[in-house]
């Protein structure tokens, strides 16, 4: 993504709860119906992908009501979406070194993939809480 296109996407700071939102659902719904139906192929079981998207869901959850509600302390609301992310990523990766005997190459790419994509999310959130609005 080019920087002018990043500076158009801050702007606003609400379009990154917006953008959180979308992704968290989008895990959610991978992880939900797609890993867990072929949970054998990704290597890991069924319950674990299960809580996955069920913390996925509750992200998308909270974007989708700060986007429509936070109004003059979103700051206080990214830090909090920002922190969950990180801490999402060090649960998957846990995961994925837990689970690294039953884990398959499939499985193991999408969840690296998931945590590099959710990472540059967090870049995001964190480069618009720096930023100065007036």
Do not use: H
Not at 38 to 64: D, E, M
Not at 104 to 128: D, H, P, R, W
Request: charged letters at 10%; one cysteine or more.
């Amino acid at each position: 993504m080019k920087l002018k296109n990043i500076q158009n996407l801050i702007k606003d700071p609400k379009n990154i709860f917006l953008l959180d939102g979308f992704g968290a659902l989008l895990t959610a719904v991978l992880l939900f119906f797609v890993l867990r139906t072929f949970n054998s192929f990704f290597g890991l079981s069924k319950i674990t992908l299960v809580y996955l998207s069920l913390i996925a869901f509750i992200f998308f959850i909270y974007s989708s009501v700060c986007f429509f509600l936070a109004k003059n302390n979103w700051k206080l609301y990214l830090k909090i979406i920002c922190t969950a992310n990180i801490l999402y990523c060090i649960l998957t990766f846990g995961i994925l070194i837990y689970n690294f005997q039953s884990i398959s190459i499939f499985g193991i790419a999408y969840f690296l993939g998931e945590i590099v994509v959710i990472g540059g999310l967090v870049f995001l959130e964190i480069k618009t809480i720096k930023q100065k609005f007036i």
